[in-house]
Structure formats: C-alpha cells, structure tokens
C-alpha cells in the first residue's frame, strides 16, 4: 500500500479549519430532576456541522482526505432509509466537490424519496441513489459485489455502513480533549464500534468507558475488541428498546423531558437510549455517588422528522 501524504491546503473551508486547527465541541454541565448525586456533563459534537455533526464528522473527515489524496473524486457509502451517514456523505460531498452514490437498503424506497426526509435532503445534495433488496444488501461486503458496483459506477472511495474503518476511528479519537482528562465515565452510543474504539484509544486508563449498544444483543463486543487493544471499557446491552430504529412511549417521553429540562435535543436512536441508560443505571447506583461523568452526543438529529412520521403512524408520543 503506498504512503499517503496529507497536503491540508487542497481543502475547502470546513475540513480545512478541522484538518489543521482539530474542531473542539463545548461540554454543558446538564441540570436534569432524575440525576443526583453525580456530576453529567454532555459533549455537545452534535453542534458541529448542521448535517454533518457528531461522530459522522470524526469519521468523513481523515477518509475524505484518503479520497482526495488518490485522486478520487466519487464517494460510495451504504444506508438505510434515515440514515445519518447517508445525510452527512452528501452533504460532504456537496460542500467539498464529491459526487456521491448512496446504495440504499429497500427496493420499495425508490418511489418514496419525496416523502423520505433523509433521502430528499441527500439527492438535493446531489447524492445518486441506487436502491437494492434487503437479501442484496447483505453483500455489502462481498469483493464480487463491490466489483459490480465499480463496472456498473467506474472508481469510487468506498465508504463502509456507518463509515467505520481505520481512519474513521483516527478521527474519533479527536472526539476527547486534553480537558476530558478529569472525569470518571466517558459514555457514548454504539452502533457500528468506530466511535467507542476511538474514544477508547484516547482515555486515560483509569477512565471506564462505557458504550450504550442501540443494537439488539451484544455481537458488538467481539467487533469493538478488534478495533482496540484497551480493556478499561464495557458495553452496556439493556437501552436497545427492541433493536436498531426501534423505539416506544417510554424513550420518547424520556427524551422530551430531558430536553424541557436542559434544552439539549437527543435522537431517539442513539443519544436518547444513551442518556436514558445511563440516568437508569445512576438511579440504579451502579455509578458511584460523586462521579464525573461525561456523555457523547453523537448527532443524529436529522432523523427526528422521519421518525417523528412512523411515530404518528403508529399513534406513538413525537419528539417535540
């Protein structure tokens, strides 16, 4: 594999300013009726970037470096219907010359693109769609697959589901700074391991890490033991609320609350388990009284409206 060298001033002004001067994200201290007991600070990564927020910036930002360092002006990614990498990739793409493909899970949602918030806002950033079944989706990763995604588009910079890889992971270890050192917990959601392993390989070793899975068992821990050689972690499996997108009233009623409380918006696929996890196991006293704790907020806001539309379908609480 050849060496790549990074030249920063081929960059436009959003990745040019992260690239050089690394973005640093505020801490709010967080004042909410059902803590006591310990200090809650949330790392606000979701104001960031509008569309490209929270971990999805960690992770786009070595990545779209690689892409432009090879020469490559397209970016391929895989998503479902409201998903925050699909929004973040175009929205990238747009801001920093890319053309970029989405290949999205469901054949169904190809004649759905205006009613679907998160797939409007990607093909008005000029993303190009292709839509394939669920059993196709499963190939993602095959080489043959991949294979026929280049005949069929020429050359691309693949960027995996979720976009974890290597460098992904090199970006969210910028996530924690020099004045993260002091607290406890560092808390964040999981979803594909990128994020945790990052955040991992930058806290220190007293520091406990503890990841809320917003997936349906706990596979993920043998994924995120690839990615780092630190043990001062654990993943929290309980707050998954049935699985991936799954959600009901009690999530949701928590996450109106909490943002009454403390003005802070979480999603109800990542954040809001998250915090409602961690508030748990706090009234639970398995967080030592007097601990420092501090959470990721992670983005993923973008999703609210399309979640917001299968909750009143399905005459559930929305997130105000």
Known sequence: MRQIYYN???????FCSAMNFNVNSRNQKVNFSL????????KREDEIHSYISGNKYRKLKYNLIAAKEQGLDTLLTFG???SNHIVATASAGAEQGFKTIGVIRGEELETKISDNSTLSFAQQCG????????SQYREKINLEFIANLKNEFGEFYLLPEGGTNQLAIKGCEEILTKNDKSFDYICTPVGTGGTIAGIINTAKKTQKVLGFSSLKGDFLKAEIAKLTTKDNWELVTDYHFGGYGKTDNKLIKFINKFKEETTIPLDPVYTGKMIFGLVDLIQKNKIKKGSKILAIHTG??????GMNKLLIEKGLVVIK
């Open 8 to 14: 920063y001033d081929k960059f436009n002004l959003l």
């Open 35 to 42: 803590i006591n007991d310990v200090e809650l600070i949330i």
């Open 80 to 82: 479902g219907a409201y």
């Open 127 to 134: 993303m190009q769609f292709k839509f394939i079944s669920r």
């Open 300 to 305: 993923g806001l973008q999703g609210i409206t």
